[in-house]
């Protein structure tokens, strides 16, 4: 602990502190004692509370004896979701429910449940000062609902589909009886609630059943009579009377064509060979005949006796000249009989062409009737789809009838719950744990008893002790130079010789960073202006100070007015930034020069990349953005590097600044330099700042604020 103006820096003494605890154990022993003894009464003196807990796992559980309950136990599976789980929680502790509950184990009968209608002297007395309201007023069920709510506890087991049903009672049955209770309740409500769905499933399908069944009667009539109308008897299941005439048609004369061919080839074989002279004897249809097969049996006859009757008869013989001339009559038969075949076969080809023809005019009118069948088509289709929806949707409702009707009778709904875990008669209190409360209570006891000795001991200052080496802290963080004591002054002999004998006053004092910034926060400083006679390393502690000033919640800037940018290189985030420089110049805006530092809340104005002779030129603009920065930051902290009194009065007004000359490691004569040239300056207000904690060389020559 350190305090300022002229305290001591001290510390807390820890032996002495347990030294006070040890002398005073007897004190700590009866505090501890006594609370242990009363914590052990009272623990005893409480009536005790029993709890037990039944547990009750939500699931689907539809009958399996269909295929579409498969369908629903999926979707019903999908409901019970954690949103589903703690909805279940809620209706366990419905009112509804609880007042079921309440009636079937007569509740009211049992004074644990209604203690209100047998209140104490000291409830009558508030109630009779209007300091609380009397419970008689409310009905006999609330109180017994609001006393049960305060015993019971439902809640979901983490990462389960359980829901556990606990309850207190000063009864260890009840404590078990009454979990048992409300989970067969909550099943036999949520079972009635099934029911009562079907139910009323059933008595919306009836009427529309019968509705449906019209509207199918009457969409089958339409699609009968449009049939009849439109000469669109079915044949099949996609055709019609007149597509099955129009391919049959088509199948005819396929055939017809193919036997015309067939029968103009055949009459065009025999041409041919008739008219080539060949023999027709190897020709199909004129060897089929019956009339050439016999006029053939008759001429292989005749040839036969012939052939016979030339060996004994000459040719002249009139027996053979009449056979001759028999056989000669046989082949005229046998031409003329092929010439009728020739005849026959052309005019079966002729008959085939005119069968030909007549089919090809039954299949154009055939064709012109099917067009129009198929337009009468779209209205039937139309009709039949219409039917067809309507069938579909009574046999729909007919099936969901009957599966909800099944199960209308009892036990055919049984509840999306069962009971896992059946509440039992505890043997042991919940509540009070008389040995965990007896310990609590004696080691609460104990530290307290200790925390209220080692308090005493520190608001009386015996536990604490002085730092060793500390010395006085300063009074004022700074140093104030005297304009009247030149910087060459003379000390005299008799003071010098006090001055050997005693310590120096500027070793007293204390010109750290952490000094300088309480200075200016104490003093609420807006704007102060940093020297730095020793170049870089005292702009180094000036950006400590800005830093150690964002650190305590201080809005800082730094403006690098230092020439050797310093303090740019080590607070902003790139060197050729736009800064101070580009502002006074005229280049920039205002905000585009502000940024912040890298490595605290501080912000920082770098030296900026403009031609310095060039800002010189506008350096009247400075004392105008000082102004405007101390609207916006709590000090405006300007680092003038190794600047002299005359270069830092064209920064800011004298009566308005507060000099920090930063000679982290200046020897003593540059130091009394720099704060003599301040104070032939004009300027009274000058603080040194020689680094973090140590005490600066010693200023004999010059003395302490």
Known sequence: MSDVGGQQDVDIDLGRLVRAIWQRRTR?????????????????????????????????????????????????????????????????????LIKQVARNMKLHELEEFDPSAHPSAVSDLLVMLGLKKNPLELPPEERILKEFNTKLQVYQVEKSRVIAIAFTSKDPKLAAAIPNEMAKVYLSLQSGAKLDSNSEASRWLEPEIANLREKVREAEAKVAAYRAESGLLPTGETENFATRQLTDISTELARVRGERANAAARAEGVRAALADGRPVETLTDIVGSPMIQRLKESQAT??????????????????????????????????????????????????????????????????????????????????????????????????????????????????????????????????????????????????????????????????????????????????????????????????????????????????????????????????????????????????????????????????DLSGSACPTRLMAQALHLPGITNLLSGEVAFTETIHADRFSEAHIIPQGDADPHTAMRGIERLQMIIDALTSAYDLVLVECGAADAASVAKVARREEVEIIVSAPSVSEDGIIEALTSFGEGGYRDILLMTGGGESGPELRDRRAA
């Open 28 to 96: 700590v022993l009866l505090a501890t004692v006594g609370a242990t003894v009363l914590a052990f009464g009272a623990a005893k003196m409480i009536a005790p509370g029993y709890e037990s807990e039944t547990r009750v796992l939500i699931e689907s559980r539809e009958p399996e004896f269909s295929g579409p309950n498969q369908a629903s136990q999926t979707s019903s599976d999908r409901i019970f979701d954690e949103s589903g789980i703690a909805s279940q929680v809620q209706v366990l502790r419905s009112a509804d």
């Open 302 to 559: 005749l040839q036969a006796q012939i052939a016979d009757l030339s060996t004994s008869l000459l040719d002249g013989h009139p027996r053979l000249k009449g056979l001759k001339s028999q056989l000669e009559g046989i082949r005229e038969q046998i031409r003329s009989e092929t010439r009728k075949i020739l005849s026959s076969l052309e005019n079966e080809a002729k008959v085939g062409q005119l069968r030909e023809q007549q089919l090809l005019q039954q299949l154009n009118a055939l064709k012109a009737q099917s067009a129009q069948a198929g337009e009468e088509e779209v209205g039937l289709r139309a009709l039949e789809r219409e039917a067809a929806a309507q069938r579909q949707l009574l046999e729909t409702y007919l099936a969901r009838y009957r599966e909800a009707t099944s199960r209308t009778v009892a036990n055919a709904t049984p509840a999306d719950a069962r009971v896992i875990s059946n509440a039992v008669v505890p043997t042991l209190a919940s509540f009070p744990k008389v040995v965990p409360i007896t310990i609590v209570a004696a080691l609460a006891s104990f530290l307290i008893s200790c925390v209220v000795i080692m308090l005493g001991e520190l608001f009386s200052g015996r536990a604490l002790r002085p730092v060793s080496g500390s010395g006085r802290m300063p009074e004022t963080a700074g140093t104030t130079v005297p304009d009247e004591v030149p910087a060459t002054v003379a000390v005299p002999e008799d003071e010098r010789a006090r001055e050997e004998q005693e310590p120096s006053i500027a070793a007293e004092h204390d010109f750290s960073i952490e000094s300088v910034a309480g200075h200016l926060l104490d003093n609420a400083v807006r704007v102060a202006v940093s020297v730095s006679p020793g170049g870089d390393e005292g702009s180094t502690a000036t950006v400590m100070l800005a830093r150690l000033l964002a650190e305590e919640e201080h809005k800082v800037v730094l403006i």
